[in-house]
């Protein structure tokens, strides 16, 4: 490789959030100075004060370490793009109210930092896009004038598990070109020898392939759920069943909701790239969104929701986060304030929402309660009222 492979300056753009700054903190740790830029200036101060601006399990000290040793500083000032070698783009593909992606909103981001991209950069797209926004970013920045090199390398971390898997899972290169291969290699070798080549609209079709598939697979569970519980039946007793000892069953999850900010929009964007037809897509949303007021309307063919007060455990998306983005906790809430008399809702994670209550209040309160998240801070309680448990998390079944 020549020394035009070489990179020593990182900055990622967006990189005080979830995906951004562990890439930040994880490169600053492998020896190259990153500078993780982002609009949110109370957040960028919180970085460098050393502190996590959301939880990500063995993330602090290494923060703390990388700032201490200089390697890692947050700003919410563009120019230092046009001191990186690298410049890695945390920006990715929203969809709408309407669930129509905007493949445009991440050329229009990087507006205000197009004055600091400079010829010979390596510019990464690491967040979900659009399948073809690679392409678009790359005739923007072409017209612009300037000569760098794009490259898609989508970001496949589990939440709460980013500094064990940006080192253990294999990093896919998406590059139109040998060089962007070698660029990006050269990088995201830094972090681990498994490297996968291939084109950028490879690339990103793996990332949505991968979500969707995800999400299709929870989808069918939460239908089996759905189709054993209306007919009295547990379907975990039978999920275990088909399960035992039996290796072409082994990967089935169990019922619940699946929520958060990528799998659900993913699905939504997949569709809208195939032009709509998508139906085993959109056939999984409906599954999947569906399933708060399932456990709803199996409630109120027991209880007489208009009188009873209803407590919700968890409200973040997935268990052992503090993220609420797209929680279908909060959907259910939506559903029971308007059915129950009152909803109380609990969390210990969640800290930025003022209508949380103390658990001992929801459990001393509620008539009835409902395990949204099966936080791992659950285990042991015990309960006086009844529990609607989907995810078996007590051991107690999942009949509603």
Known sequence: MSDRTEIHEVVVVGGCGRVGLPLAIAFASQGLKVHSY?????????????????????????????????????????????????????????????????????????VQCNPYFRDGQLIVLRSTVYPGVTQLVEKRLADLGVDVCVTFCPERILEGHAMEELYSLPQIIGARTEEGHQRASALFGRLTENLVLTTPEEAELAKLFTNVWRYIKFAAVNQFYMIANSQGLDFERIRQAIAQD?????????????????????????????????????????VNEGLPLHIVSRLETQYDLAQLT?????????????????????????????????????????????????????????????????HKDYQGLTFTQPVADVWNFFGNGVRI
């Not at 990186?84 to 309407?98: K, L, N, Q, S």
């Not at 619940?256 to 900010?261: D, E, L, R, S, W």
């Not at 059915?339 to 658990?359: E, F, H, R």
Request: with cysteine; hydrophobic share 45%; aromatic share 6%.
């Open 246 to 286: 039996y290796a072409r069953a082994a990967d089935m999850p169990s019922a619940g909701f699946a929520a958060g900010p990528c799998l659900f929009k993913d699905t939504m964007q997949l569709g809208a790239f195939n032009d709509n037809d998508f139906a085993l897509g959109h056939a999984a949303m409906l």
């Open 38 to 110: 982002d609009l949110n200036e109370a957040v960028v101060k919180q970085v460098n004060d050393g502190l996590m601006p959301f939880d990500e399990p063995g993330a602090p000290p290494v923060l703390q370490e990388a700032l201490a040793a200089g390697r890692l500083a947050a700003t919410s000032d563009p120019s230092v793009i046009a001191g990186a070698d690298a410049v890695i783009i945390v920006i990715g593909t929203p969809v709408d109210e309407h669930l129509n992606p905007d493949p445009n909103a991440l050329p229009r981001a990087l």
């Open 310 to 374: 209803v407590g919700i455990l968890g409200m973040s998306f997935k268990s052992g986060s503090d993220d609420t983005r797209s929680s279908l906790s909060y959907k259910l809430k939506r559903i029971l304030t308007f059915k129950a008399k009152q909803v109380l809702t609990t969390d210990p994670y969640v800290t930025t929402d003022p209508s949380l209550v103390p658990l001992e209040q929801v459990l001393a309160e509620s008539d009835l309660i409902i395990l949204a998240t099966p």
